[in-house]
């Protein structure tokens, strides 16, 4: 069984109405945001379901960083996948950059996913004439609202996107041994803070759309 995983009700009702009572059977799940709560509440969820789950599908929306000249840029709207997730700020935030604790104290702060879900979940998407990027995603506890620490965060993990629930349902799969892909439509981009130019709701649809799309595929 494939669990879909999103962190707000608002990233998963576009979601449940792509996926019609015909389609294929499929688990959901929605964690609330945050890496505390999405590492209890997906957990708990797996500690408790009767049913065996093979695969998850989180999907949600993400701030895309400014990258440097020449390096493609995501633009508002587009599909990114994760091949690693990064706890971001797990440590000391500096003025000019982060301090991260010993990793005896924290562990490994970096989860790679899935290799052959994340090759499986592109092909899908292209398959429907979606483009799509691929990279690392930085996972915060509170979203970054300047550029200047968007671009500390990026430049020392050559991030691709930050998110807030990544890297614990990624740590989280890697305890259980399920394999996980992780797929964010880009709402806005890493900057001093201009919410009249973020697209959220149109993002969360982008995202939800493509994340049936791709469970679909799986499931064929």
Known sequence: MI????????????????WPGESPPCLTLVTGVGPMETALRLTRFLCETEKRVHAIVHFGIGGAYLQP?????????DICFAEQEVAGDLGICLPDGMEYLDQSLTGDLACRLDPGLLDLGQKILRSFGRPCFSGVFVTVNAATATRHRGEMLRSRWQGLCENMEGAAVARVCREFAIPCLELRS??????????EN??????????AESAALIIKGMSA
């Open 3 to 18: 669990l879909a995983l999103a962190a707000t009700q608002i990233e998963m009702q576009p979601f449940l109405r792509e």
């Open 69 to 77: 000249g020449g390096n493609l840029q995501p633009e508002l709207l």
């Open 186 to 195: 880009i709402s806005n981009y890493v900057e001093d803070r201009k919410p």
């Open 198 to 207: 973020w697209r959220l709701r149109e993002a969360c649809l982008q995202a």
